[in-house]
């Protein structure tokens, strides 16, 4: 039985090999097919690291409050008028607030930081001692700046990793004097090395500053938060509270609608189901069709290949081969053409999942892999099987007689 398949196997890949580009046309569905699964899960375990770890920098158990929502439906015009948010409801919330573990004012706006011959244009931040509790990074090295820092507004900075490393190098920054919009600051601390948020900037290259000094310095520029953290398993309850006291320090009324949004990472969760659903359901949809194309195109190939080799058929039943062993070989050839045409859909999909980890790390799931070669061999069995019977029916005295 061995014996037969390795023969079989030796006669298929013969075949398979004396006709290259035709074989290699007839395995393009299944190429594309494999490539595309195998691309799709490779896509979607680097979107779901990069968003995990996303989610954690921005802490699940953080509400974000600000004048706008991270995503909604209204138009621009219902929330234009909106009052900003301001440096006085900090001491507010905390006042009032009994699930309040931490409240920061986080300010934003653009830059350019220079280090003697050095520039470079980023993000920088001022908020207060509490904002090392509303995000997941530790300091690296040094420290963060103190209330007293903050109140008297130094002109003291925590820069992230990639400014250190564009800046610094291998040196050590702590001490070190940075120009932020030509204002000399003092590094004080370097951030954690963090990497890239979803995979599209890095949340590395950034500036903190006291509030004080950036309040002092910057007032009339940027945008202005809140980040508050909760207890993790108290989070409805401090949204319902937080919500009750913004609108209280707002001065809303019972019936009027809120004039404040509170973010959470929910509202991206929701955001990237829907688009792996997409991702999910794109890849899907093109393996499948992919898939039915190849097979139809091995079918097409089979009863060729079977046309073509008639009086090989009637010489091969002649000196004893059996209806099951003309079957058996006719399979074998459309299940070689698959196998191949499947490992070379994921060899394609290894180099082009290269590529993919360079946005972020993903790796090309190895049970995705297998479960493309078995769809591929199932796909070979499914369009060989009825020009094999066919074949395995032939007469072998008309098959002689085929010219």
């Known amino acids: 039985m061995i014996l037969l398949f390795l023969e079989n196997f030796k006669i298929s890949l013969s075949a398979v090999f004396a006709n290259k580009t035709r074989s290699i046309l007839t395995a393009l569905g299944i190429i594309i097919g494999v490539l595309s699964v195998t691309l799709m899960g490779t896509l979607i375990s680097g979107l779901d690291r990069s968003f995990e770890s996303s989610m954690s920098w921005l802490g699940k158990d953080i509400l974000y409050v600000s004048r706008y929502e991270w995503f909604s439906d209204m138009d621009w015009w219902e929330v234009r008028n909106r009052p900003q948010m301001v440096p006085e409801y900090v001491d507010k919330i905390r006042e009032r607030s009994h699930y309040a573990m931490a409240v920061a004012p986080v300010m934003q706006r653009g830059a350019s930081l220079s280090y003697k011959d050095k520039e470079t244009r980023t993000e920088i931040f001022g908020t207060n001692e509490d904002y090392m509790e509303t995000i997941s990074t530790n300091i690296a090295s040094g420290r963060f700046f103190t209330n007293n820092e903050d109140r008297s507004g130094s002109r003291v900075t925590v820069i992230g990793d990639g400014i250190k490393e564009a800046f610094f190098g291998d040196q050590d920054p702590i001490g070190q004097y940075i120009k932020i919009d030509e204002m000399k600051f003092r590094v004080i601390g370097v951030l954690e090395k963090q990497g890239k948020f979803l995979g599209l900037f890095s949340v590395d290259k950034q500036a903190i500053l006291p509030f004080g000094a950036y309040k002092r310095i910057f007032s009339r520029r940027g ?7 909760v207890p993790p398993d108290k989070l409805q309850e401090g ?37 792996k659903l997409a991702i999910g359901g794109t890849g899907i949809f093109i393996t499948l069709l992919s898939l039915v194309v190849g097979g139809i195109g091995i079918m097409n190939i089979m009863f060729v290949s079977v046309k073509e080799r008639t009086r090989e058929i009637g010489v091969r039943k002649a000196i004893g081969a059996t209806s099951g062993m003309i079957m058996g070989q006719f399979l074998m050839e459309a299940v070689t053409i698959c196998l191949i045409a499947g490992l070379i859909g994921i060899l394609l999909a290894y180099v082009f999942s290269f590529f993919i980890n360079k946005i972020f790390p993903s790796t090309l799931p190895f049970g995705l892999s297998m479960v493309a070669m078995l769809v591929s061999m199932i796909v070979g069995i499914i369009s060989g099987f009825i020009p094999s019977y066919r074949a395995a029916k032939l007469d072998p005295i008309d098959s002689l007689r085929y010219e």
């Open 223 to 229: 945008w202005m938060r809140l980040s508050v953290k």
């Open 239 to 275: 949204l319902d509270e937080i919500t009750s006291v913004m609108r209280h320090i707002r001065g809303l009324r019972p019936n009027e609608k809120n004039d404040f949004a509170i973010n959470q990472t929910k509202a991206f969760e929701k955001q990237y189901t829907a688009l």
